[in-house]
C-alpha cells in the first residue's frame, strides 16, 4: 500500500493530463495556466517556509563536532569537521551540499549472530547515488534553461557539448538524463528493497521518487522516441518566460504529461520533505562554529530562572559546614 | 559473570522487521528496559510541574485532564524557539543512514531504535497538527493522532536514547535525534512523566550542590578519605581548601569521583596533580557537581543547576574555572554554560600558572578542561612521569559522546595517554573519536531498573573493547567521563569480563613521579606495579 498508493498517484497525474490535454483539450490550462500556477506555490511556498524557519531561534551553539577541536597550536584541528569560525564553516557547509560528506563518511553495521560479533565497514552506495542524482538532476535542469532564453547563453553550449560528449547518433545523448534515471531508479529499488529502508519509508518518500522517475522518463520519450519538435516547444516556453504565453501549435500529448508532472513536482516541493534542498542550509549542527568558549552565543528568549542561591545554601547547612571547618559568610 | 550469560543477551538481538507498519506496532514495554518513573517530592523539589505519585509499570499514569493541549502548546512554543527542532521535523527525508548507527538499535534490534522512527514517533504527531499534508492527508502523510498510547511510547523510547548524538554525525542534514530527545522529554516533563533517576539527582543537586546529595561535611570528608589513602600511596599529605576566597582557581567535577570507585582513583588524581604543581586552587561544597542532570529535563533546569558554577566563581572571586573528566558535564560547559548564565566578565582569561599558556580556547567562558590543562603541562615536561608505572595494563580509550561530538575534544586525552603509558591500542576506527558508540547509560539512564536496556546499549562499545581484548590483550578501558567510569564496568563485567575502566587522570597519576614520594610498590587501586621491588622500573621515562 505504502509503494502501491504512490504509484497509482503518479499514473494518475499523467492520466489527468491525458485526458485534460487529448480528450477535453484543454491546452491553455496545462500548457500556461497549471504550470504558472505550479511556479508561483514553488517559490511562495518555499519562500514562506524558509522565512517560517528563519523565524525560529536559534538558542544554542550546538554544532555536531566531528573532528578534532581547535584548541593548542600543536595540536592539529580539523577545520572542516569541526569549524571554529565562519569561514571554515562555510567551507563544511559547502562540502555539505556540494559533496555530501557526511554521507560520505557512512558505515554499514551488520551482526555475525553465531560470533555476537558486530562488524563496521564504510558504506558508500547510498552517498554514490544520492550525489548521481542530485547532480544530474541539477544538470538536467540547467540544460532546460536554453528552452526558456533566447539567444542562448554560451555557458549553455558550453554544458550542452559536456552532456553530450558521448555523440551516439542524433539528437546527441545526454549522459546525464541516463544517469539521473539509473540513480532514481536505483534509490526508489533500495527503498523498496533494503528491509530497514522500506520500513522506515512513508508513501510520501516513494511519490516524489516515482515523480521524478516519471519526469525523466517522460522527458527521455519525447527527445529520443516522440520527437517532439522543439522549436515549437520554445515558442511556449519562452513566451512562458517572458510572460507573454501563447500556443501557437500541437505540441503532442507527450510534452504536455511531462510538463504537468513538472508542475505537479513544483507544487509539491514546499509541502513535502524535498524542503530539505533549503532546510540543509538552516541546520544548526552544520552551520554554526564551534567556537561556544571563545565567542559567547546569545539566545534571544534567555530568561531569568529561579536559582538556589549560595545564601540559601549557606542557611542550610551553616553549622554543618562550620563543624566541617569550611569558612562561611554569615557567622 | 561468565561468557554464556554474555550470549543470552546477544543472541536474541536479530535486525529482522515487523510485518506491521511501525505505527500500527503497540508499545509494549519490557521490564529491565525502562526506569522507575518520577517520585512527587523530587518534581515539587524544584517545582516542575504537574508532580504526583505515578508507577510507570502500572497503565494508568494518572496524567493530567488537559494533556494533549499541555503537550501540543508545548510543541508549538518549542517550534518558534528551536530552530533545530523546527527544522528537523521538516526535512528528513529517511534516507536510513543512521538506521544502524544508533547503539540501543545495535543491541536490541527494536526498529523504533532506528534514529529515524525515534524521531517519527515525535514528528507523526508533528504532521498531524502543524502541518497542511498531515492535516489533510493523515497516515498517507505519515501522520497520526496523539493519544496515550503515542504518549507512553514516546516515554519508552525517548528514555531509551542517550543524546549521544552518533546518528547526527552521519546525517547528510546532521538531524540531531539529542535535540529531538532534548525536547520530547521537555514535552513528557510538562506531564510531570520523568524518571526518578533523574529527577532525584536534579533535586539532589538543586537543594544540596551536586546529585549525589552530598552534604558540605560529606564532601570534605570524602575528600579526606582520598587524600589519607593518597598519604598511604605515596607517603604525601594533601591538604585541599573547600570554599576558599582568593584562590586563583575554582575546581568543579562530577560528584561521582567522589563516591565510587573507580571514579575515587581519578579523583586522587586530580588531587595528586594539583598538590605536585601547587596549584593555587579550591573545591566549592556549593558549586560540587560538574555534570548536569537538568539538561536531561528541561533546558531550565539545566541552567537552573549550572548557575551555581559562575554564581561560586563570583563569590570566591576566582579567576578562572577548571572542569574535571565528565561528558555532559562538558557538552553542557562548552555549547550551553556561557549562553546561559554567562557573561562571565567577572574572571579572567584562563591562563596556565604553570606554563603560562593561555587558554584562547575559552577566553570567553573561562573553563578549560582537565585534560587540556594536562596536556599543555605534558607538552612543556613541567611533570615528571615514569609511563612504565602504567606497564601493567594494556590500555585502549572509549572516547565519550559528549566529549567528542560536542566539543572534539579527541587528541587532548590521547596525547596524555601515550605520554604516560607505553601500551596503548585503539579500537577500530569506526567505533571511535567522531563515531565513538555510546556506552548505553548516558542521558541519566544510569539506574539499576533498567539493566538490560544498559547491557544492550552497551553491547556495540563492549564489542569494540572484546575485538583489542582478543587482539592485543587489552586489559584497561580509559576514558574521561564519570558516567562512563561507572557505567562501563558494568558493560565489561557483563560483555568483556577482565577489562575494567580507568580515568585519564588516574592513568596520569599513575605515572606522575611527585617530589618526595615513596617508592611506589602499587598503583592507585592497589596493583601492584610491574618490577616494583627493585624499583628501577622507572628508568625507562628518560627518553619520552
Known amino acids: 500500500m505504502k509503494i502501491l498508493l504512490p504509484f497509482l498517484g503518479v499514473i494518475g497525474v499523467v492520466m489527468v493530463a491525458f485526458v485534460g490535454v487529448e480528450l477535453l483539450n484543454l491546452r491553455y490550462l496545462f500548457g ?24 525560529s531561534a536559534v538558542p544554542f551553539c550546538i554544532p555536531t563536532t566531528s573532528g578534532q577541536q581547535k584548541s593548542f597550536p600543536w595540536v592539529k584541528r580539523d577545520r572542516l569537521d569541526n569549524p571554529s569560525d565562519n569561514l571554515e564553516v562555510i567551507g563544511r557547509m559547502a562540502l ?26 564504510s558504506s558508500k552506495w547510498l552517498w554514490g ?104 516547444v520554445k515558442d511556449l516556453t519562452v513566451g512562458l518566460f517572458s510572460l507573454k504565453p501563447v500556443i501557437t501549435h500541437n505540441l503532442g500529448l507527450i510534452f504536455y504529461i511531462h510538463l504537468f508532472l513538472v508542475s505537479v513536482l513544483l507544487a509539491y516541493f514546499p509541502f513535502s520533505k524535498l524542503m530539505h534542498a533549503a532546510g540543509v542550509l538552516l541546520s544548526p549542527t552544520r552551520n554554526m562554529p564551534n567556537n561556544s568558549r571563545r565567542v559567547r552565543h546569545i539566545n534571544p528568549w534567555n530568561y531569568p530562572v529561579k536559582v538556589h542561591t549560595y545564601e540559601e545554601y549557606e542557611d542550610d547547612f551553616r553549622d554543618k559546614m562550620k563543624k566541617a571547618g569550611i569558612p562561611v559568610e554569615k557567622e | 559473570m561468565s561468557n554464556s550469560k554474555s550470549e543470552e543477551l546477544s543472541s536474541d538481538i536479530k535486525y529482522t522487521l515487523p510485518e506491521e507498519d511501525w505505527m500500527d506496532v503497540p508499545v509494549r514495554m519490557k521490564k529491565g528496559m525502562y526506569c522507575h518513573g518520577a517520585n512527587e517530592n523530587s518534581l515539587i523539589t524544584v517545582g516542575f510541574p504537574n508532580p504526583r505519585q505515578w508507577s510507570s509499570s502500572e497503565t494508568n499514569w494518572k496524567l493530567p485532564e488537559n494533556w494533549q493541549d499541555i503537550v501540543l502548546t508545548g510543541m508549538a512554543e518549542r517550534l518558534e524557539k528551536y530552530r533545530s527542532f523546527h527544522i528537523f521535523m521538516d526535512i528528513c527525508v529517511r534516507c536510513g543512514a543512521c538506521a ?71 546525517c547528510p542534514y546532521g538531524i540531531d535525534t539529542a535535540e529531538i530527545t532534548m525536547i520530547a522529554r521537555e514535552l513528557l516533563n510538562l506531564l510531570g512523566l ?122 570566591l572571586g576566582v579567576k578562572w574555572i577548571l572542569g574535571g573528566e ?35 580556547n575559552a577566553s570567553s567562558t573561562k573553563m578549560v578542561h582537565i585534560s587540556e590543562f594536562t596536556a599543555d603541562l605534558l607538552k612543556h615536561d613541567r611533570l615528571e612521569i615514569a609511563p612504565s608505572r602504567n606497564d601493567h595494563y594494556k590500555v585502549t580509550y572509549h572516547d565519550s559522546c559528549n566529549t567528542s561530538r560536542g566539543m572534539g575534544l579527541l587528541e587532548e586525552p590521547r596525547y596524555i595517554i601515550k605520554k604516560v603509558c607505553n601500551n596503548f591500542f585503539e579500537m577500530p576506527e569506526h567505533t571511535i573519536r567522531e563515531k565513538t558508540f555510546c556506552c548505553g547509560s548516558g542521558s541519566g539512564l544510569n539506574a539499576s531498573e533498567n539493566m538490560e536496556m544498559r547491557l544492550r546499549g552497551g553491547f556495540p562499545r563492549a564489542n569494540a573493547v572484546k575485538y583489542v581484548k582478543n587482539k592485543y ?68 621515562s628518560e627518553d619520552v
Request: a negative charge; hydrophobic letters at 45%.
Open chain 2, 100 to 170: 544502524d548507527k544508533c547503539h540501543f538499535f545495535l543491541g536490541t534490534g527494536d526498529p523504533k531504535n532506528m534514529p529515524v522512527l525515534r524521531a517519527e514517533l515525535l514528528r507523526s504527531i508533528y504532521r498531524r497538527e502543524f502541518t497542511t499534508a498531515g492535516k489533510l492527508f493523515g497516515k498517507f502523510a505519515g501522520a497520526r493522532e496523539l493519544n496515550e498510547e503515542v504518549l507512553r511510547e514516546w516515554w519508552y523510547y525517548f528514555f531509551q536514547c542517550t543524546e549521544c548524538r552518533r546518528c547526527s554525525v552521519f
Open chain 2, 326 to 360: 565528565c561528558g555532559h558535564m562538558w557538552r553542557v560547559l562548552n555549547q550551553y554554560m556561557d549562553t546561559w548564565n554567562g557573561p562571565a566578565d567577572f574572571l579572567e582569561v584562563p591562563v596556565s600558572p604553570i606554563t603560562g599558556t593561555v587558554f584562547e
Open chain 2, 194 to 315: 520523568n524518571i526518578e533517576w533523574i529527577a532525584g539527582p536534579v533535586a539532589n543537586c538543586y537543594m544540596k550542590g551536586n546529585h549525589l546529595g552530598l552534604e558540605p561535611h560529606t564532601i570534605t570528608s570524602s575528600v579526606e578519605f582520598l587524600t589519607d589513602e593518597i598519604e598511604e600511596l605515596t607517603g604525601i599529605k594533601i591538604e585541599p581548601t573547600f570554599n576558599r576566597k582568593g584562590a586563583e582557581i575554582l575546581f568543579v567535577t562530577p560528584s561521582g569521583d567522589l563516591f565510587a570507585d573507580p571514579g575515587t582513583y581519578t579523583c586522587m588524581g586530580y588531587l595528586m596533580l594539583f598538590h605536585e604543581l601547587g596549584l593555587d586552587y579550591t573545591w566549592s561544597t556549593y558549586a560540587s557537581e560538574g555534570g548536569n542532570f537538568g539538561s536531561f529535563t528541561s533546558n531550565e533546569m539545566g541552567k537552573r543547576l549550572n548557575s551555581k558554577i559562575y554564581a561560586e566563581a563570583k563569590r
Open chain 2, 473 to 540: 590483550d587489552v586489559d584497561m578501558l580509559a576514558c574521561i567521563c564519570a558516567i562512563d567510569r561507572a557505567a562501563l564496568t558494568t558493560i565489561m563485567d557483563y560483555w568483556v569480563p577482565g577489562v575494567r575502566v580507568i580515568g585519564v587522570t588516574e592513568l596520569l597519576a599513575n605515572a606522575m613521579k611527585m617530589k618526595g614520594e615513596n617508592n611506589r610498590q602499587t598503583d592507585l587501586r592497589g596493583d601492584p606495579l610491574l618490577g616494583a621491588e627493585g624499583g628501577d622500573a622507572e628508568e625507562e
Open chain 1, 129 to 232: 547515488a544520492g550525489l548521481a542524482f542530485h547532480w544530474t538532476f541539477f544538470i538536467v535542469v540547467f540544460r532546460h534553461l536554453r528552452l526558456f532564453v533566447d539567444p542562448i547563453p554560451s555557458v549553455l553550449y558550453l554544458v550542452d557539448s559536456l552532456d553530450g560528449l558521448m555523440q551516439l547518433g542524433v539528437p546527441v545523448l545526454y549522459w546525464t538524463g541516463l544517469i539521473l534515471l539509473g540513480s532514481a531508479t536505483y534509490l526508489f529499488i533500495r527503498r523498496v528493497f533494503i528491509p530497514q529502508v522500506r520500513y522506515i519509508s512513508l508513501p510520501n518518500d516513494h511519490f516524489p521518487l516515482l515523480l521524478i522517475i516519471a519526469i525523466v522518463l517522460s522527458g527521455l520519450l519525447m527527445r529520443y522516441f516522440l520527437k517532439v519538435d522543439i522549436i515549437y
Open chain 1, 32 to 55: 500556461i495556466i497549471i504550470p504558472y500556477a505550479a511556479f508561483i506555490t514553488f517559490m511562495a511556498g518555499v519562500i514562506l517556509h524558509v522565512l517560517k524557519w528563519g523565524r
Open chain 1, 96 to 121: 555539505e551540499v556540494f559533496l555530501f560528506r557526511s554521507l560520505f563518511s557512512n558505515t554499514s553495521s551488520s551482526l555475525k549472530e553465531d560470533e555476537g560479533r558486530l562488524i563496521h565497514g
